[in-house]
């Protein structure tokens, strides 16, 4: 049952895609479904993607299908392990805290509103980070520092990309240079 919800919707600017994502809030979780339409690669995609996550924004479950069929499952144990659609345990992944969809500007939330940075805080975020179509899970290390009300920098500290976006009021990125804004 869900008390209250927010919907976003994201322009791609690499290509000609489309994101569609819906927050619902209820009094124990988050649940997140999102849909993307896009290219990557010169690879036309559909993704749908649907995460649960706990009052406090870490990530308990996520779930990504492609169109085609291609779809990966992801569970946090009671232990805190990551498991995958078939419960088996992926120990590569321990001590990831958030995801990061290659696909959607929406996972750069789950640590902002995890984190709740002060302007001049920096933090590292563990994550679970989908690179691409093949949508394998790997580890990254990722660094946010709250430069405005309303900015924050971001860096990879696995890959060294770096970049400089603006969020609305409840985290959500309204501009992400040459990859993503508000529709």
Do not use: C
Request: charged share 25%; proline share 4%; glycine share 6%.
């Amino acid at each position: 049952m869900s008390t209250h919800h927010h919907q976003i919707k994201w322009r791609h600017l690499e290509s000609e895609g489309l994101e569609l994502v819906r927050v619902d809030f209820t009094p124990s979780l988050i649940d997140v479904t999102g849909r993307v339409v896009g290219q990557q690669g010169g690879q036309n995609f559909a993704l749908d993607y649907a995460l649960e996550l706990d009052v406090d924004w870490q990530l308990m479950r996520a779930e990504l299908r492609l169109l085609d069929g291609h779809s990966l499952v992801l569970r946090r144990s009671d232990a805190g392990h990551w498991l995958n659609g078939y419960e088996v345990n992926i120990p590569a992944l321990d001590e990831a805290i958030d995801i990061d969809i290659f696909a959607t500007p929406f996972t750069n939330s789950l640590p902002l509103n995890r984190l709740r940075l002060a302007e001049g805080e920096t933090a590292e975020a563990e994550v679970i980070y989908i690179a691409d179509l093949d949508l394998t899970p790997t580890k990254a290390t990722q660094r946010y520092k709250r430069v405005g009300p309303d900015t924050y920098q971001y860096r990879s500290l696995t890959t060294g990309y770096q970049t400089v976006f603006d969020v609305d009021e409840h985290n959500y990125v309204l501009t992400y240079p040459d990859l993503f804004e508000r529709a």
